[in-house]
C-alpha cells in the first residue's frame, strides 16, 4: 500500500526553525519527484519545494529560497523540508506528494508554486504555526 506520512509540525515563533519529515512506504522514493506543499485557512495548496530524484535537482517556491531547504534519505525512504527564518506568513497545513516519471523540466512549466495538480499522491498533512 503507497503511503505518504508527514511528522515535524508545530508552533515556534518567528524566526525559529523546524523540520519536516515525510516517510513513504510501497514504493521507492529514489525514482519519484517528491514535494513540499502547504495550505492557509481560505487559500488554496501551493507548492514550496520538489526535488527531482532522476537527477537530484532542487526548485523552490520564491518566497521560501534561502529560508527552505528539500532533502531527501533515499536509504530510509524518507523526505525532509529543512525551514529557517520561519515567518507567520508561512503558518499552514504543511503536505508531501510524490509522482513517478515527473521531471524539474516539467515541474518548472507549470512554475513550483502552481505544480500540485502534477503529483498524483499525497499525505495527510502536518500543521506548521509560526506566530509573531
Known amino acids: 500500500q503507497v503511503q505518504l506520512v508527514e511528522s515535524g509540525g508545530g508552533s515556534v515563533q518567528s524566526g525559529g526553525s523546524l523540520r519536516l519529515s515525510c516517510a513513504a512506504s510501497?514504493?521507492?522514493?529514489?525514482?519519484?519527484?517528491l514535494a513540499w506543499f502547504r495550505q492557509a485557512p481560505g487559500k488554496e495548496r501551493e507548492g514550496v519545494a520538489v526535488?527531482?530524484?532522476?537527477?537530484?535537482?532542487?526548485d523552490y517556491a520564491d518566497s521560501v529560497k534561502g529560508r527552505f531547504t528539500i532533502s531527501q534519505d533515499n536509504a530510509k525512504n524518507t523526505l525532509f523540508l529543512q525551514m529557517n527564518s520561519l515567518k507567520p506568513e508561512d503558518t499552514a497545513m504543511y503536505y508531501c506528494?510524490?509522482?513517478?516519471?515527473?521531471?524539474?523540466?516539467?515541474?518548472?512549466?507549470?512554475?513550483?508554486?502552481?505544480?500540485?495538480?502534477?503529483?498524483?499522491?499525497w499525505g495527510q498533512g502536518t500543521q506548521v504555526t509560526v506566530s509573531s
Open positions: 506528494a510524490a509522482n513517478y516519471h515527473l521531471s524539474m523540466t516539467t515541474v518548472r512549466v507549470l512554475g513550483v508554486l502552481r505544480s500540485a495538480p502534477l503529483f498524483a499522491m
Open positions: 510501497g514504493f521507492s522514493t529514489s525514482v519519484y519527484a
Open positions: 526535488i527531482d530524484n532522476s537527477d537530484g535537482s532542487t
